[in-house]
């Protein structure tokens, strides 16, 4: 009797096992596509962050210069996006009310960002070329030291009232500051830049007990946010 062979099940096997490899293949280069794609994802926010913290440096060392021109010392944390001004710049001790000094610092501020922030916001006119990168906020922040309070004020309300006084005083001083978006005023989160906040003794610059340590403490801190250029165009298009 003829013994034949079957094959068959040997060219089902075979074939089966092409199609796994080729499924195989066709993953591992959708992977590869994938991971392209959010290293250029990756790649371009990171240089936006860049970026924007390369302006916000620029916006920094341009006041701080301007502001020393016209005799008011200021200092500034390039890593934080803070411009410093000390407290007894501003106010006598214990009291939230500008002093008459603080006032004309004040106003030496408030002409300082009417003359260099307009391109890098939206409301005001930009006498150069318009910055990629705009400012988001800035934060009007009031510090004190940790030392206690007598009376009913306690040094929240402290550091509150004295951000909300220089809050009013800039936007009073020049009327570029008051007038100063994030975003076209079309756009539906376009808002003025200045805010303000008070933190009390909660973010000491210097933990130390000295009276340099605590003087350095007491401060108005006004701190930059800033928006990339991705942020803005998404915005912009929510009309």
């Known amino acids: 009797m003829e013994t034949r062979l079957l094959r068959k099940p040997q060219e089902e096997s075979e074939s089966y096992f092409i ?24 790649q371009a926010r990171t240089a936006e962050l860049t970026g924007a913290n390369q302006a916000r440096a620029e916006i920094l060392e341009d006041l701080a210069e301007a502001l020393r021109e016209d005799g008011l010392e200021v200092t500034i944390d390039i890593e934080t996006g803070v411009l410093r ?17 603080g006032e004309a610092a004040v106003q030496k501020v408030a002409d300082a960002m009417s003359e260099i922030l307009p391109c890098y ?3 005001v006119r930009c006498e150069g070329e318009h910055s990629a990168y705009r400012i988001d906020a800035i934060f009007v922040e009031g ?18 009232m004295r951000a909300a006084n220089t809050f009013r005083a800039l936007k009073e001083a020049n ?14 989160s376009s808002a003025k830049i200045l805010s303000l906040s008070g933190y009390g003794p909660d973010r000491l610059i210097d933990p130390g007990d000295s009276d340099d340590a605590k003087a350095r403490n007491r ?19 929510v009309q």
């Open 85 to 101: 001004l000390p407290d007894d710049v501003l106010f006598s001790s214990g009291q939230f009310t500008l002093t008459q000094e």
């Open 121 to 123: 916001t939206e409301g």
């Open 219 to 237: 401060r108005i801190d006004l701190r930059f946010l800033m928006m990339s250029p991705g942020a803005l165009s998404r915005d912009t298009l």
């Open 19 to 42: 199609s796994m490899t080729d499924l195989m293949v066709g993953l591992v280069l959708i992977f590869i596509i994938l991971l392209a794609y959010f290293a250029l994802n990756l």
């Open 143 to 160: 510090h004190t030291d940790t030392d206690n309070m007598s009376g009913g004020m306690d040094n929240y309300d402290l550091s509150a």
């Open 175 to 188: 009327p570029i500051v008051e007038q100063m978006r994030n975003l076209p005023i079309t756009t539906h």
